[in-house]
């Protein structure tokens, strides 16, 4: 029977990369991407980006919005300090399988806690259900219309602090028009939009970093 394409791409990382190195992982999956088949990973070039914002905040918590096969879980996972948490949410039952694979391929499952559901389900729950008083780092890659809701959700469930970081992937291609307009004129974000191209394409897309100004 017939593999899926985050089948094919797992296979590609348990045959080209190592077992506990997430370097390896992540170049395993762009050269199938590049080589072989497209996917929605957030990819290597904006994949510096999200790298250094990272890297910057050295956040102690994060929430990822749509792990996919776990492509950016691993980058960002990869950087965080030993105590650090990542709770990354998937809708998708198949990619969340994929994506715990992945993720113990790169020797990361201690520091990622993949939640299988639908972020307007699980963000009002992420206080009692996991001990979060608020994120430091939030990467939101999920469905481009929920990027609005989901992030007057967390203000309003006071999952974010004065100086948390939103770091929001897609904002050109697919774009997500109504969330840009809202971060760009609140006075409650200061934002700063990072031109980059769609993952492994010449197209245009980029990422928009959002501090919450509490
Ligand atoms: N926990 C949760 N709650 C709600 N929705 C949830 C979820 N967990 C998952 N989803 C559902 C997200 C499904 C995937 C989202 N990502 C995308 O749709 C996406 C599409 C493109 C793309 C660009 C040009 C093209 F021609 C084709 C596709 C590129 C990207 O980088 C993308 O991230
Ligand atoms: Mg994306």
Known sequence: TQTTRPQRMLAAVQKNATRGDPRSVVKAIDQFCRQKEWAMNVGDE??????????????????????????????????????????????????????????????????????????GDWIPKMKEKFGIETFDLVFLDHWKDRYLPDTKLMEECGLLRKGSILLADNVICPGTPDYLEYIRNSPRYKSQYFKSHLEYTKVEDGLEKSVFLG
Do not use: H, M
């Open 46 to 119: 904006k994949g510096c980006i999200l790298d250094s914002v990272v890297t910057e905040v050295n956040p102690a918590t994060v929430l990822e919005l749509g792990t996919y096969c776990g492509y950016s879980t691993v980058r960002i996972a990869s950087l965080l300090p030993s105590n650090a948490k990542l709770i990354t949410l998937e809708f998708n039952p198949d990619y969340a399988a994929i994506a715990r694979q992945v993720i113990a391929w790169a020797g990361l499952e201690d520091k990622v806690q993949l939640v299988e559901g639908a972020s």
